[in-house]
């Protein structure tokens, strides 16, 4: 399970972040997983709740947002979206679109706790 090894290193931005900035307390950590990153966001949870039992992110949720994965076709330059591997455009059939979205895994806020 990688998802274990992923939240500790999120764990570790944020309380660096949270050094940085002073804050105590966190309500929420927002990140933004792409569909295509082989991250299961119930394991994710699972590990956060764990990693933070006794910790001073306890209490605080961890929300994910998975984002779809998005192409850009290489002939007529549209974006679509797939649920899953595609090989061709659906506006122009072309080949081998390139994926724009859908492989990423970022932290896109840290919401502190009002005192």
Do not use: W
Not at 19 to 38: P, Q, T, W, Y
Not at 39 to 63: S, Y
């Amino acid at each position: 399970m990688h998802e274990m090894a992923i939240v500790q290193s999120v764990i570790d931005i944020v309380l660096q972040e949270m050094d940085r900035h002073g804050v105590e307390k966190l309500k929420a950590i927002h990140l933004a997983v792409g569909r295509m990153s082989a991250i299961v966001p119930e394991q994710m949870r699972m590990c956060f709740d764990i990693l933070t039992a006794d910790h001073k992110l306890a209490g605080a949720e961890l929300n994910i947002r998975m984002v779809p994965v998005t192409y850009r076709c290489r002939n007529c330059d549209q974006e679509f979206t797939s649920e899953g591997i595609t090989f061709k455009c659906p506006y122009c059939e072309g080949p081998d679109p390139d994926i724009i979205f859908g492989r990423e895994l970022k932290i896109e806020s840290i919401e502190v706790m009002d005192e």
